[in-house]
Every structure is written in structure tokens, then in C-alpha cells.
């Protein structure tokens, strides 16, 4: 399929695990692809990978929870690549804590990256897709974003937030023909993020992985590819009539 062709997608957090897969996907579909981390050598095997696949690439060190570093990141991209068609609002932290345990600073910190992030990167680059008249963006929410689990309560509360700003934004532009969705990821392994979740839930007494695998429909869990394929569906004109959407990707574990 080359159903991106001659497309420029600017992906955050396009250096490791899910946003890497997301980046060789849309480049096998023939976008050029802008990537914005803060993890240079993570950018820099993206990026191999990427002009692998005969694909123009450019990388901009930045935190996405810093609006000033966003807004010269993006116009530092869009000046080598040209304005941006398809925007991934992917990079995110994970922290488990149980609610009555959270500090102020754990929540402020995840709020910032996995919330305010998103934030940061639409008013950067949404303003000039809808002048165009063109353009799709996707936002990496959660399974979790839908449901409440014990630990995740902040994680929960930050990947909501994506959902009911994709839903905002998304009917507030409809009319430009600018399309904006989310996905709900489920259990994704073969990610920096799912080791430290793993972590993370074994200090807690959480199930892991491994264990939770029975309770999974499909009884696998997910890899990057399986949501970089419905990225780059959602990102592409195959999904021309479809805004305001959070599409589950969990194996059936929900459904909702
Ligand atoms: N892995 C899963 O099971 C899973 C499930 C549901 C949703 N998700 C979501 O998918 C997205 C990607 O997850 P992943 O598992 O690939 O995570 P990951 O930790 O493997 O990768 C995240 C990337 O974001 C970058 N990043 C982190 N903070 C940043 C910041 N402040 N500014 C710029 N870049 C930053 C990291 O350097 C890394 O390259 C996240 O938003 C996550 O919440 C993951």
C-alpha cells in the first residue's frame, strides 16, 4: 500500500517502541516523517530505519510538555520538511501510584507529558492544517482512558483527558475538513513503557503481562505493528468520514 504518498507526519515519541512502528508504518505507506523525542539515540535508529525504507527523515530533540520547545521543534521540522499532513501526539510516561498515595508532583509531571503534550502539539500544528484545509491527527490514548484499574488512577485520568480533547477538537474543526482521532491501545509488549509497567506492577502486587494473557479474547497481547496498522488507516484518506473517534485495540478485552 503506498496510500501516504508525498505526505509529511510529524510523530512525538517516534524514537522507541510504539511510535518507532507507527513511524515505519506511515513510511511504508510513502509519508515523510518528522520526528520530535528527547531521546536522541532512540530518534537516530528511527530515523535509520526510516531512510532503510528509502523515506526522507528529520529528528528535533524536545519535551512535548514545554510549549515553547514544541513550537521551535515544529518550526524547525516543518521549515526542512514543509507543513506538516498527518500529526501523532504518541509520546507519553507511565507512573502507578494508588490514588491516595499520589503526589502533586507525579501527577503534575504525567498531566504535563501525556495531556499537555497533546495540547502543546495541536495549537502548533493544527492552526495551519486547518488553513489548508487538510490534514489528520491521531492521539495515542489507552484502554485505561476508558476504564479505571487500581494504580492507574493518574495514568487513567491523563489518557481520558486525550480522549475528551480529541472529541472537542475534533467537532470544533470537522467543518475544515481536518480529521482527528484516538486509539485505546490494550496490553502492548516489546516497549520501553510496558517494561517499567511491568516494574511498576510488580512492585504494587499488580497482575503482569504473562498473567493477564488468559483474560485477553484473542489470548495474545499486542505488538507496535498491530496499532501502527490502525494508525495509519486512521491517518490516511481510507478513513475520510471518520472524526472524534477513541478505537479500541485490545484484542477484545473492550469494548466500549
Ligand atoms: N505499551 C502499552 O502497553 C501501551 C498501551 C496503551 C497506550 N500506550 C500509549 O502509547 C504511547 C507509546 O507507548 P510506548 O509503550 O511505545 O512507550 P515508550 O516508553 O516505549 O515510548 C515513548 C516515547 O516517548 C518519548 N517521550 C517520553 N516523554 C517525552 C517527552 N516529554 N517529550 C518527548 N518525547 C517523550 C520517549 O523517549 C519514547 O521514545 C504512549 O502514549 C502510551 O501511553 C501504550
Given at each position: 500500500m503506498r496510500g501516504l504518498d508525498g505526505r509529511i507526519a510529524l510523530i512525538t515519541g517516534g524514537g522507541n517502541g510504539i511510535g518507532r512502528a507507527i513511524a515505519?508504518?506511515?513510511a511504508e505507506e510513502g509519508a515523510s516523517i518528522a520526528v520530535l523525542d528527547i531521546d536522541p539515540a532512540g530518534m537516530g535508529a528511527t530515523a535509520a530505519a526510516v531512510r532503510a525504507l528509502?523515506?526522507?527523515v528529520e529528528c528535533e530533540s524536545g519535551n512535548v510538555g514545554d510549549p515553547a520547545a514544541v513550537?521551535?521543534?515544529v518550526a524547525a521540522l516543518e521549515q526542512r520538511l514543509g507543513p506538516t499532513d498527518i500529526l501523532v501526539n504518541n509520546a507519553g510516561?507511565?507512573?502507578l501510584a494508588a490514588v491516595l498515595d499520589t503526589t502533586n508532583?507525579?501527577?503534575r509531571e504525567i498531566m504535563r507529558i501525556n495531556a499537555e503534550g497533546m495540547l502543546n502539539l495541536c495549537k502548533a500544528v493544527v492552526p495551519g492544517?486547518?488553513?489548508r484545509k487538510r490534514g489528520s491527527v491521531v492521539n495515542l490514548s489507552s484502554w485505561l482512558g476508558k476504564a479505571g484499574r487500581p494504580y492507574f488512577g493518574m495514568y487513567s485520568a491523563t489518557k481520558a483527558a486525550v480522549i475528551m480533547l480529541t472529541q472537542a477538537l475534533a467537532l470544533e474543526i470537522a467543518s475544515s475538513g481536518v480529521r482527528v482521532n484516538a486509539v485505546c491501545p490494550g496490553l502492548?509488549?516489546?516497549?520501553?513503557?510496558r517494561v517499567s509497567a511491568e516494574e511498576q506492577s510488580r512492585k504494587v502486587g499488580m497482575a503482569v503481562a504473562k498473567d493477564r494473557v488468559a483474560t485477553i479474547p484473542m489470548k495474545r497481547t499486542g505488538t507496535p505493528a498491530d496499532v501502527a496498522k490502525v494508525v495509519a488507516f486512521l491517518a490516511s484518506d481510507e478513513a475520510a468520514y471518520m472524526t472524534g473517534q477513541a478505537v479500541n485495540i485490545t484484542g477484545g478485552m473492550w469494548q466500549h
Amino acid at each position: 500500500m503506498r496510500g501516504l504518498d508525498g505526505r509529511i507526519a510529524l510523530i512525538t515519541g517516534g524514537g522507541n517502541g510504539i511510535g518507532r512502528a507507527i513511524a515505519l508504518r506511515l513510511a511504508e505507506e510513502g509519508a515523510s516523517i518528522a520526528v520530535l523525542d528527547i531521546d536522541p539515540a532512540g530518534m537516530g535508529a528511527t530515523a535509520a530505519a526510516v531512510r532503510a525504507l528509502g523515506r526522507r527523515v528529520e529528528c528535533e530533540s524536545g519535551n512535548v510538555g514545554d510549549p515553547a520547545a514544541v513550537v521551535r521543534a515544529v518550526a524547525a521540522l516543518e521549515q526542512r520538511l514543509g507543513p506538516t499532513d498527518i500529526l501523532v501526539n504518541n509520546a507519553g510516561i507511565v507512573r502507578l501510584a494508588a490514588v491516595l498515595d499520589t503526589t502533586n508532583e507525579d501527577w503534575r509531571e504525567i498531566m504535563r507529558i501525556n495531556a499537555e503534550g497533546m495540547l502543546n502539539l495541536c495549537k502548533a500544528v493544527v492552526p495551519g492544517m486547518v488553513a489548508r484545509k487538510r490534514g489528520s491527527v491521531v492521539n495515542l490514548s489507552s484502554w485505561l482512558g476508558k476504564a479505571g484499574r487500581p494504580y492507574f488512577g493518574m495514568y487513567s485520568a491523563t489518557k481520558a483527558a486525550v480522549i475528551m480533547l480529541t472529541q472537542a477538537l475534533a467537532l470544533e474543526i470537522a467543518s475544515s475538513g481536518v480529521r482527528v482521532n484516538a486509539v485505546c491501545p490494550g496490553l502492548i509488549e516489546g516497549t520501553p513503557m510496558r517494561v517499567s509497567a511491568e516494574e511498576q506492577s510488580r512492585k504494587v502486587g499488580m497482575a503482569v503481562a504473562k498473567d493477564r494473557v488468559a483474560t485477553i479474547p484473542m489470548k495474545r497481547t499486542g505488538t507496535p505493528a498491530d496499532v501502527a496498522k490502525v494508525v495509519a488507516f486512521l491517518a490516511s484518506d481510507e478513513a475520510a468520514y471518520m472524526t472524534g473517534q477513541a478505537v479500541n485495540i485490545t484484542g477484545g478485552m473492550w469494548q466500549h
